[in-house]
Each structure stands twice: as structure tokens, then as C-alpha cells.
């Protein structure tokens, strides 16, 4: 918002600090999840140690906003609220199935984190709304999440994309049960690619040419916009590309996480 | 002497207590706006002030009919701008108007009062386009508004000398300056109608002059102040029109008025790097020599003419570098209605430097011969070769090129190699280069050098106090910089070309020499001895004949000024007797205007450069990242390391962010990415690691053996770059910056522009 309000485009007659209110900055860790109240920094959730253990893909994502000087002050509720299309966070957590809870005051309603960010800085909240927290499911057994964040010129920019792979073992074996493949950045809201993610079911994630084909079909379900970032076909191209690096990495640390455990 | 010193201004850098203009407030100061063009040409029809005139807090609002309607150029005989536009603006950011108000915030309010009526002309938006017959005119003249030859041999005679030719073209972008402190000026007149100019400049006394012509004051009538400043490269050669804007406004509302660049200006009107389009042809032995090389330059001018002829200027020590017997240059600017360009360090060598570096691997594919070859047989001088050799020992060239088992599946490793040369003394094309400095040595020994140098964080005034340290024989703590002020300091072109060790180091050295004399004369008294016995070290002074006569620098400072009622000034001075004027063409000259370069060496002295980069690209994204980079640096002797390999790290740096990503990105003749967030730098995750090596050696040309070196690093990274980058992939890119995307797609063979890859 600080930013809107620099470059003029919002010029609000009154601002309300909103950051000692204490049902805002909850971070409770529960057997249902993680209840992130919007007011909690990037840095605290980064420092949790229920992050590092539980979510290494949000850590990673968490890690990579800015640098820690803006996590220090920056908050989750802050930055999803903006719908900035190359946040990290909305990404990695719609492909962990969490949902935004919103608040008037007096009635609550639940929204997908998917569907949080209908269009470039305009998000499901109406006017007299307010983000209470984001709800984070606790990670299903045999499932493991990957994130990439790809800037594609320099370490330090927007980027061109972002991916989450998140993708679940069946109860034995190396058979893929469920996942969850979501694009970001690369146009004006998140991509759930579901129809790609349906191929990699009942597989095993080790043939890389059906892995590569699983990320062509997942070009199609994405509208990238030409920005600065690249054009539309790279950014496909790009897609592509990280959908298949995201599942072989999340699929080698799952199968890692798993031997250990059997 | 010539040690790792650190910055003497270090310490206040780093705890902020340093003042910039930008930090200053005078008494009484005031705000000023300027209200710029939203059009990129278009006639202005009418321009109503009266309502932010009477806004609250407004002190003054002027247009050009507040002005004496004089049109300025850096050189005044291609003058084309008038400081507020009359008629017509020319670019996206054309000043129109300006505003002084008590509060930024008023000044901002008062400049959406302004109502402007615009008649919009069809803009000229590229340099094909504004060649074209039928292209609109943005000045009283045509769109070609620079033009100038340069070289040497016959063409014709070296191209028939060939046994083959090779032809292609290279294409360079706009680079901004980005320097930390945006351009800011504050200006104030005194009772006697004297104008004090506070201002970021690389280029106090030419300003000086430049104020006096905009403003019709005499120059005795103008002072400029120059605190330190947060960056240069070449951004601060020339006014902007802030410094006479900031003057009016002062002189109308009889309060001094500061006018700061907001970052947006500073990215979208504070003008870039030219660009270059560069056509080459060489015509070469099967052995490798070059018999002729044949370039054409077409670069974009921009709205106004700026240091356009002194970066084609620059570019004439490509006869300096390489041994080819006939060259030939033929460049043009021409006028688009764009953020108009100037210098920016190296000026025209990092474009050219990519598009010869290219070339010459090109040429060596071309022939089956490596890369190193081709540049020792066509380098002018054994110090060229020299930094050649030593960067490919440095970095394992031979063993590393074209081998096999380098790349993964995923990465593609290369390396590559470039040269270039730089001016290490100032360049002679301004007519001038010379100036002096002064030693006043006080009454308790310290030492005050009083230099026109202007330091713009390159670290001048450090190696000038050690210049004037070895030279008294005392330790560094003595001395102390004064200067920042043309009241004071003598007349100097200022900080460019390389030129400031250089010329600021001699005229140091001349003045400390000087005043050494009265020390060792006041000493000799004390001493009783002959002043031919003394010599002074560490600040001890001693006969060489007698042990026992000895006395401390103070001790015989102190005897001079109160005993001897002697104050002790040395004056010294650097004379260039061999600057000549570049100059227009006489006789009649159509629409373009012909700038001369006259005939003999075009610096006094030159450093010499070679580089190797590494470059990784990832095959399946395009990315690409440089590892590892190897300089190899003759500029005589370093005077101090530390200082040099900060301007080595500083122009490379630079250099790869030219080479990769840094672009001024123009749509519809707007600047779409003025901010940090879309223009990127080379962060220091960007960074290679980089292995410097200095060739050593006396250069008698230069101040204790040293020349210059500011400039010269950033020119071959470009070409190393793009050279790596073929190794790599077996693609030959011609255009800057080299996207991941055109690799990319270049990689899966399905790019469309073939010619311009």
C-alpha cells in the first residue's frame, strides 16, 4: 500500500494502523495446520521453526521476498492483500491448499488462496473488508511441496515466474496419489494446472520425457502477459521447464523424507 | 606513498555524516518543480499559469517568456535547446515550465495547475525512420544532426590487399548512469546580483561558462559550489536544466531555490549512454592480419545535441589500438524525439569495443583460428599483448576453449576474451587540457592542496593528497583537499577522459614541488646548511652530509611563517600544448552539421586492458550468469591498489550489466522502466569473481609513473561477454543486452530476427 500511495495511485484520506490488534498477529500451529494472522511479518513466520520442518517450499518462498529488511516489517496479510501478480507467497500456498479467511467485522467468509487475487492489484476483498489470516493445512503424510522462484536476467528482480509443485505418495510405494501444480508471476492472477498435475497420478515421477509432456501440457493452462519480465512464449517456455525441475525436486526430497521414515 | 590507502572521505561515506547538495539547506530556501513534456513532439499552443500562480505558497512560475529565449549546446555552435521550451517540445520530459513554492508538495500542487494546450505532431521514433524523406523535422533543420569522419589509410587500397571480407552488425542500447545522488542544484543570488550555483557537476568551470551564456551574465557573475557528490560516470559533464531553471526561479522570487531530480527523472530526462548501431567490414589475410576495416556508426541523438561528437571523439583511439593499417569511421547522430544522450564512462569505446571485440572472434571462427591469435597479430602495441598474455595465463584460456565435457545437461560453460584501450589523461579534442593546483603549507606544518580536481567518488582526492605527501616527504595525515569552488580553484575542463590523476596529479606534484622549496629554505636557516644537503622524510627533515642537522617539517613551517614572516604557497601546473579543438566543418554544410577531429595523438597518455569472462547458461531458461572474470590492467603505475581495483571492480560491474540486462526501455517515446524496480544494476549476487592483475610499470607520461584508469575496465566486458556466450552455445549475439530470452529461443532454433541475434 505504502508503495501505491508513492507512486500516487492511491491517495487515501485516512490510514488506520491496524497492527496491534491481537486477533491479527496469531501464529498458532495446531494438528489442523497453521493459522497465520495477517499482521505477522514475513521474518516471524520465516523463523518459526514449524516452517523449516513442516513447509520447506513456503520457507524457501518466505526467504526469497526482498531482503530481510522488508520481512522484518513487511506482513503475509500485507502482501497478499496487494495482489502484486509476482508475490512469492500466494504461489506456494495455494499449491498447499490454503485458504484466506476475510472478515467484516461481523461475518467471516473463506476464500482459496487460489482464488485470492482475481486480477493485477485487485483481490476478493470489497470494500469494508479486511484479511484476518491464512489458513495453512498440516502437510498430508507422504506429500512434499517445491517452489521456485525464476528471475531471469538478475538475482534481485521480479520474476518472470513462480511455480509450486506439491505432490503426495500413496501409503506405499512410490505411486504419485494426488498433486497440485500452480504457476505465478507470469500473468495477472495464479494458474492451477490441474489438468497437467492429473498425469502425473498413478506414476511413479521417474520418466523424465512423461514429466517433460505433463510440462507442456501445463503451458496451455497458463495466460502469460508480456511485461519486462519476458514475453508471453518465454514465459511458456520457462513454465515448462521449472513445472518439470519443481516435481523432480520435490519428488526426490519426498522419496528421501520417505526411505528415511520406512 | 603509494600504498592501500583508504578513502580519506571514507569514514563520513560510511556513517552518513558525508554532505551531498542533496543533504544542504540555505537559509530562506525554497522548492523547486519542473513541469515536463507528456508528449514526445508537439507544438505548444498555449500555457496558462495564472491558477497555480495564485496557488498559497506559490513564490514564482515561469515559462519560456520568462527567459531571454536563448538556445544552448554543450558546444555553442550546435546550440538547439532552449532552457523552457517556446514553441515546440521535442522529447517525453522536455522542461516547459518550472514552479518555486515554499513546500515540494505545493510545488507539485502548482505544476497539475499549469494548463498546457498541446497541438501533438507525429513523433520520430527511431533512426531509420527519422532518415526517411518524408520524416517529420523536429528542428529548423534536418534529422541528421552530427556527422564526422575519422581514420587512417585508404580503404579502398587496404580492402584490395584482402583476401577475404567479413561483414556484420552490432547494435549497443541506452545505459542510464544510475549514480546514488539524483542531480540537485541549489541556487542563490547575493545582494550584488552575484549567482552562487550549488550543484552536482562533474564540470564546475565549463557549468560556469554555460550559466553565463544561458543567462547572459558575465562569468565573474557566477560561482559554483560543488560539495561532494554521490556519482558521475559522465551523467554531470554538461548542465541539466536544472542549474538555470533553479537560477530563474531564484532571481524571481528573490529566495534561493533548490531543484532535486526525483529518481523518475533521473531514469526518464537525466539522458543515457548513446546508443549504437555499427555496421563493420573488415577485409583481412588468411592469416589472420586485418588489412582494412571499414565502420559506419548511426547513433541516436536523442532531441538535443549533447557530447554526441566528443563520444565519437573518443572512439579514435580504436587507431591507438589496433595495428590495422587503413580505418576508416564514418558516424552520424541523428535526432529522434527521445531522452537525449551523453557521456557516460568510456564514452563511445564500451559500443565500439562490442562490436570490434565481436568481430574479431567472428573473424578467428571464421578462419578455424583461436581467438588469442587474431588479436596478438592485429593489437598496435607490446602493452596490448601484454595484457592479453596476461589474462589468458591468468584465467586458463587455451585449456578451457572449445573443450569438451564443460557443459552439463543442464549448464553450457564458455569463455572469452576482449581488449580495448581508454584514455588514461584526458582526451585533446576539447582544445584543452591543462590546469593547476596550489600548496599552502601552514604555520604548524599541514599541508592544504587547493586542486580543481573534482572527485565524484572515484577517489581523486585521495591519490592527489598522496601525490603531494610523496612529494613533500611527509607522512598523509598532513594533508588535507580544499578546492569545491571556482571562486578559488583554476580553470579546468573537470572530471572526465580518465584525465584527473593524470593532469590534477601533475599540476599536485608542481605545486608541492614548489612549495617544498620554501620549506627546505626555511629548514637550510635553522639548519645552517645548504638547502642542496636536505631531503625530507616521514616528515623529518635531515642533511645528507651532516647526521647531526636534523628538524621535523612543523618545526621548519612554523620558522618560515612566524620567523621569517614567510608564508609558504607553491603554485605548480600541467600544460597540454598539443589540445586541438575538434571543430565544425567550414564552407557550407546542408543540413548536417560536420565535426573535424584534428590530426595527431588524441590523449596524452592511454591505459590498456584485457578481460576474460566465464559465462554459464542454463539451456532450458536462457539464463545466463558470469562466474568468474579475469582483468588485466596497464595504467602505468598504481598508485594506490586499492583505489584502482575499486575502479576496476566499479567499471566491471557496470560493464555486465550493459552486457546482460541494464536497458533505458523507450515505448511511444516514453521511458517505461524510471524506476529501480524495472531498471536492475548488477547486484553483488550478480558478481563474478573477479582476479584483477596490474601490468606495472613507470609510465614517464604520468604523474609518478601513473595514468588514469576510471574508464577503462567497463569497455571489453560486453565483448567478453558475448564471446563467452558463443563458446557456449555456438550462437553469435550482436545486439545488447543479451536476454535469456534470444538465447533461449536461439538455443531451440526457432528465433526470428537471425541478423541482430
Known amino acids: 500500500m ?41 521474518r516471524e513466520l520465516e523463523q518459526w521453526s514449524g516452517i523449516k520442518q513442516r513447509y520447506v517450499a513456503l520457507a524457501t518462498a518466505l526467504r526469497k521476498v526482498g531482503n530481510i529488511r522488508i520481512r522484518s516489517v513487511g506482513t503475509i496479510g500485507g502482501n497478499l492483500a496487494y495482489g502484486e501478480p509476482q508475490c512469492n507467497l500466494p504461489t506456494v500456498l495455494a499449491a498447499l491448499d490454503s485458504t484466506a479467511v476475510i472478515s467484516n467485522g461481523s461475518e467471516e467468509r473463506v476464500v482459496p488462496v487460489l482464488h485470492f487475487t482475481k486480477d493485477i492489484f485487485d483481490t476478493e476483498l470489497k470494500p469494508g473488508e479486511l484479511l484476518k489470516e491464512i489458513r495453512i493445512p498440516e502437510m498430508p503424510p507422504r506429500s512434499d511441496c517445491e517452489f521456485i522462484k525464476f528471475c531471469s536476467r538478475t538475482a534481485e528482480e521480479k520474476p518472470a515466474a513462480t511455480v509450486a509443485c506439491w505432490i503426495q505418495l500413496e501409503e506405499e510405494g512410490l505411486m504419485c496419489k494426488a498433486a497440485r501444480l500452480v504457476v505465478g508471476a507470469v500473468g495477472s492472477r495464479l494458474f492451477d494446472c490441474n489438468t497437467a498435475a492429473k ?64 | 606513498m603509494f600504498t592501500e590507502i583508504p578513502r580519506l572521505e571514507g569514514v563520513g561515506k560510511v556513517t552518513g555524516s558525508l554532505r551531498y547538495t542533496s543533504d544542504l539547506e540555505v537559509t530562506g530556501m525554497v522548492h523547486g518543480k519542473i513541469l515536463r513534456s507528456p508528449h514526445p513532439h508537439a507544438k505548444i499552443v498555449s500555457i496558462d499559469k495564472s491558477e497555480a500562480s495564485s496557488l498559497p505558497g506559490v513564490l514564482a512560475v515561469i515559462t519560456a517568456a520568462d527567459t531571454n529565449r536563448n538556445k544552448f549546446g554543450f558546444m555553442q555552435e550546435i546550440a538547439d535547446k532552449q532552457i523552457l521550451c517556446e514553441n515546440k517540445v521535442r522529447f517525453v520530459g522536455d522542461e516547459v515550465a518550472a514552479v518555486a513554492a515554499t513546500t515540494i508538495e505545493i510545488a507539485e500542487e502548482a505544476l497539475n495547475c499549469i494548463k498546457v494546450d498541446y497541438e501533438v505532431l507525429p513523433p520520430v521514433l527511431d533512426v531509420n525512420e527519422a532518415q526517411k524523406p518524408d520524416a517529420p523535422r523536429m528542428h529548423d533543420k534536418g534529422n541528421v544532426a552530427l556527422s564526422g569522419q575519422f581514420g587512417r589509410g585508404s580503404i579502398l587500397e587496404g580492402m584490395r590487399e584482402a583476401d577475404d571480407f567479413l561483414e556484420a552488425d552490432y547494435e549497443t542500447q541506452r545505459q542510464a548512469h544510475v549514480c546514488f545522488e539524483p542531480r540537485c542544484c541549489i541556487a542563490e543570488w547575493d545582494a550584488t546580483g552575484n549567482l552562487i550555483m550549488t550543484t552536482t557537476t562533474q564540470t564546475p568551470h565549463t557549468l560556469r561558462q554555460e550559466i553565463s551564456r544561458m543567462l547572459d551574465l558575465p562569468i565573474s557573475k557566477v560561482r559554483v559550489v560543488y560539495p561532494p ?41 537525466a539522458r543515457t549512454r548513446y546508443p549504437f548501431k555499427v555496421h563493420v567490414k573488415s577485409g583481412y589475410k588468411s592469416d589472420g592480419t586485418i588489412t582494412a576495416l571499414d565502420i559506419t556508426v548511426v547513433s541516436d541523438n536523442g532531441a538535443y545535441n549533447d557530447k554526441g561528437p566528443a563520444v565519437m571523439g573518443a572512439t579514435r583511439l580504436i587507431l591507438n589500438h589496433y595495428s590495422v593499417p587503413c580505418i576508416n569511421v564514418n558516424w552520424k547522430l541523428v535526432y529522434t524525439n527521445q531522452q537525449p544522450c551523453t557521456g557516460f564512462r568510456g564514452f563511445g569505446l564500451p559500443q565500439m569495443q562490442f562490436a570490434l571485440e565481436s568481430h574479431l572472434d567472428e573473424l578467428a571462427e571464421k578462419l578455424h583460428k583461436d581467438p588469442i591469435e587474431i588479436r596478438m597479430k592485429n593489437s598496435a602495441e607490446e602493452a596490448d599483448r601484454k595484457c592479453i598474455k596476461t589474462v589468458v595465463d591468468a584465467s586458463g584460456f587455451m585449456k578451457k576453449r572449445g573443450k569438451e565435457g564443460r557443459s552439463s545437461d543442464i549448464i553450457l560453460r564458455g569463455i572469452g576474451i576482449a581488449t580495448s584501450v581508454s584514455s588514461g589523461s584526458g582526451t585533446r579534442i576539447y582544445g584543452h587540457n591543462s590546469s593547476g593546483a596550489m600548496v599552502k603549507i601552514s604555520e604548524d606544518g599541514t599541508v592544504t592542496l587547493i586542486t580543481a580536481a573534482v572527485d565524484l567518488g572515484t577517489g581523486a582526492e585521495t591519490v592527489l593528497a598522496q601525490i603531494v605527501a610523496e612529494t613533500l616527504g611527509i607522512p598523509l595525515e598532513f594533508v588535507h583537499v580544499a578546492g569545491r569552488d571556482t571562486n578559488i580553484t583554476s580553470f579546468d575542463l573537470g572530471a572526465l577522459g580518465s584525465r584527473t590523476t593524470f593532469v590534477h596529479g601533475w599540476a599536485a606534484k608542481a605545486a608541492a614541488e614548489d612549495a617544498k622549496k620554501g620549506v627546505l629554505a626555511a629548514a637550510s636557516k635553522l639548519l645552517d646548511c645548504d638547502t642542496k644537503e636536505l631531503e625530507i622524510h616521514r616528515g623529518i627533515i635531515s642533511s645528507r652530509t651532516n647526521d647531526g642537522k636534523r ?55 592511454v591505459g590498456h586492458c584485457a578481460a576474460v569472462a566465464e559465462v554459464e547458461v542454463d539451456k532450458s531458461t536462457g539464463r545466463i550468469t558470469v562466474p568468474r572474470y579475469w582483468a588485466a590492467v596497464d595504467c602505468g603505475r598504481v598508485l594506490n591498489p586499492l583505489g584502482a581495483r575499486g575502479q576496476t571492480i566499479g567499471s566491471i560491474a557496470q560493464g555486465i550489466g550493459y552486457a546482460l540486462f541494464e536497458e533505458i526501455t ?74 535469456p530470452e534470444r538465447v533461449l529461443f536461439a538455443l531451440k532454433g526457432s528465433s526470428g530476427d537471425q541478423s541482430l541475434k
Open chain 1, 2 to 42: 505504502v508503495i501505491l500511495m508513492k507512486q500516487g495511485v492511491l491517495a487515501p484520506d485516512y490510514l488506520v494502523d491496524i497492527q496491534r490488534n491481537p486477533e491479527l498477529v496469531n501464529l498458532k500451529y495446531s494438528p489442523k495446520g497453521v493459522v497465520v494472522g495477517a499482521s505477522v511479518t514475513h
Open chain 1, 199 to 262: 498425469h502425473l497420478l498413478n506414476t511413479q515421477l521417474d520418466d523424465e520425457s512423461e514429466l517433460r509432456e505433463v510440462g507442456e501440457k501445463a503451458k496451455n493452462e497458463i495466460d502469460p502477459i508480456d511485461d519486462l519480465y519476458g514475453t508471453t512464449s518465454y514465459k511458456r517456455e520457462v513454465c515448462g521447464e521449472l513445472i518439470v525441475r519443481a516435481i523432480i525436486e520435490a519428488k526426490e526430497r519426498l522419496i528421501r523424507k520417505v526411505v528415511d521414515h520406512d
Open chain 2, 229 to 269: 557528490m554521490g556519482g558521475g560516470f559522465g551523467n554531470r559533464l554538461v548542465t541539466s536544466m536544472l542549474e538555470p531553471i533553479a537560477a530563474l526561479l531564484a532571481l524571481r522570487c528573490g529566495r534561493p531555490v533548490k531543484i532535486t531530480n526525483t529518481r523518475e527523472e533521473e531514469f526518464a530526462t
Open chain 2, 551 to 605: 628538524t621535523s617539517f612543523e618545526k621548519a613551517a612554523r620558522y618560515s611563517t612566524t620567523r621569517l614572516n614567510t608564508a609558504i604557497l607553491g603554485k605548480g601546473m600541467y600544460v597540454d600544448d598539443k589540445a586541438v579543438s575538434m571543430s565544425l566543418a567550414s564552407g557550407d554544410m546542408g543540413e548536417t552539421t560536420r565535426i573535424i577531429f584534428r590530426e595527431g595523438e588524441f590523449a596524452a597518455a
Open chain 2, 666 to 739: 523507450l515505448r511511444d517515446g516514453q521511458v517505461i522502466n524510471p524506476t529501480f524496480v524495472d531498471y536492475k544494476i548488477a547486484s553483488m549476487n550478480d558478481m563474478p569473481e573477479i582476479n584483477v592483475a596490474f601490468i606495472e610499470h613507470d609510465d614517464p607520461r604520468g604523474p609518478y609513473g601513473g595514468v588514469g584508469l576510471a574508464e577503462l575496465s567497463i569497455e571489453p566486458v560486453a565483448a567478453a561477454v558475448a564471446n563467452a556466450i558463443c563458446d557456449a552455445t555456438g550462437i553469435r549475439f550482436r545486439r545488447l543486452p543479451i536476454s
